[in-house]
């Protein structure tokens, strides 16, 4: 069973830090997508990163998809309290990039 | 465009009950996809339809099934509910591109089995 991992589990910080999250599979994937939900609500797609090594920005937010496309990072800049929600990845399975293997999430607090 | 419309936000039923969930995709969006929602397991999907027929299925038993109409409209229906079903139940529709699917989720609806 392919897994994806997502650490760390839980993150509070302080409005302005910068902080990475990560997500790592032993497996190898097609794409891999971050979303990020909020509190009731649904996950919102932020990202999708397809080839190996692939860096994407968005404003303050920084994707990485490993160069053997099995891990991948975001990186945020200055956080602000906006930024607080839960950060799931999903990877597309290679060969079959209609089924997505889900993390768990990091769940993010940035503090006022 | 409007997004994904979930009825409704929130159920509170007893065990042994049923429920249905209803689901309207953005419009033009054929794909339709469930999944559940609870803070232990993550996101679990549970079936996708695509032009009324399930095209995939996810590890739940018998009781969680779902239907896609003609309008793309999509219900999922749960039988004699049990306490783990409580969960949240989320939506998506999607559109199939170069990068792959992109979901696009409702904001879901909370089910509490008492």
């Known amino acids: 069973t392919q897994l994806l991992e997502q650490s760390p589990q839980f993150l509070s910080i302080q409005e302005g830090e910068n902080l990475t999250v990560y997500c790592n599979s032993s497996?190898?994937?097609?794409?891999l997508q971050w979303y990020r939900q909020e509190p009731g609500e649904g996950p919102v797609l932020l990202v999708t990163?397809?080839?190996g090594g692939e860096v994407k920005k968005l404003k303050r937010l920084t994707f990485q998809f490993g160069d053997a496309r099995k891990d991948s990072s975001l990186h945020i800049t200055a956080a602000q309290p906006g930024d607080t929600g839960l950060y799931l990845c999903?990877?597309?399975?290679?060969?079959?990039?209609?089924?997505?293997?889900w993390g768990l999430g990091t769940s993010l607090a940035v503090n006022p | 465009k409007a997004g994904v419309t979930q009825t409704p936000r929130y159920l509170i039923k007893t065990r042994g009950q049923q429920v249905t969930l209803s689901c309207s995709p953005i419009?033009?969006?054929?794909?339709v996809s469930w999944y559940q929602q609870t803070p232990g397991q993550g996101l679990q999907f549970l079936f996708e339809?695509?032009?009324?027929?399930?095209?995939n299925k996810g590890n739940f038993p018998g009781r969680f099934s779902g239907r896609q109409f003609s309008n793309s409209r999509s219900e999922m229906n749960v039988s004699t509910l049990e306490l783990g079903d409580s969960a949240l139940y989320l939506c998506?529709?999607?559109?199939?591109?170069?990068?792959?699917?992109?979901?696009?989720f409702g904001s879901g609806t909370q089910l509490s089995v008492l």
């Open positions: 998506a529709s999607s559109l199939s591109g170069t990068e792959g699917e992109k979901l696009f």
């Open positions: 990163v397809v080839t």
């Open positions: 339809y695509f032009s009324e027929t399930q095209r």
């Open positions: 419009s033009g969006h054929r794909s």
């Open positions: 999903a990877g597309a399975e290679a060969g079959n990039n209609r089924k997505l293997i």
């Open positions: 497996s190898v994937f097609s794409s």
